[in-house]
């Protein structure tokens, strides 16, 4: 069975830093390619980052470039999202998914001083 895990988020004031990790069970996460994604109150889930299952990073969403960076580690089968410079638009409930597939609980990281 496919399940995501998803930590690491909390409160973190303007300008901080969090890492979040999704812990993957049922399956490789060198084997599939997956994305991080976001969704604040009220508003549509957004798409983040992606990284293939070849380990190529196909981007990152324009508000986020720069601060945010995506990566795996393979023997742990975990995803990342490190994210610097935060700010309080980045409040948001935050999964790691499966791309085309399985989304997990999610995490929040609320942004506030």
């Known amino acids: 069975e496919v399940q995501l895990a998803e930590s690491g988020g909390g409160l973190v004031q303007p300008g901080g830093s969090l890492t979040l990790s999704c812990a993957a069970s049922?399956?490789?996460?060198?084997?599939?390619?997956m994305r991080w994604v976001r969704q604040a109150p009220g508003k549509e889930l957004e798409w983040l980052s992606t990284?293939?299952?070849?380990?190529?990073?196909?981007g990152y969403l324009d508000s986020v470039k720069g601060r945010f960076t995506i990566s795996r580690d393979n023997a742990k089968n975990t995803l990342y999202l490190h994210m610097e410079g935060l700010k309080t638009e980045d409040t948001a409930m935050y999964y790691c998914?499966?791309?085309?597939?399985?989304r997990g609980q999610g995490t929040q990281v609320t942004v506030s001083s």
């Open positions: 998914q499966v791309v085309g597939g399985q």
């Open positions: 049922g399956f490789s996460v060198e084997s599939r390619s």
């Open positions: 990284i293939m299952s070849s380990g190529t990073v196909t």
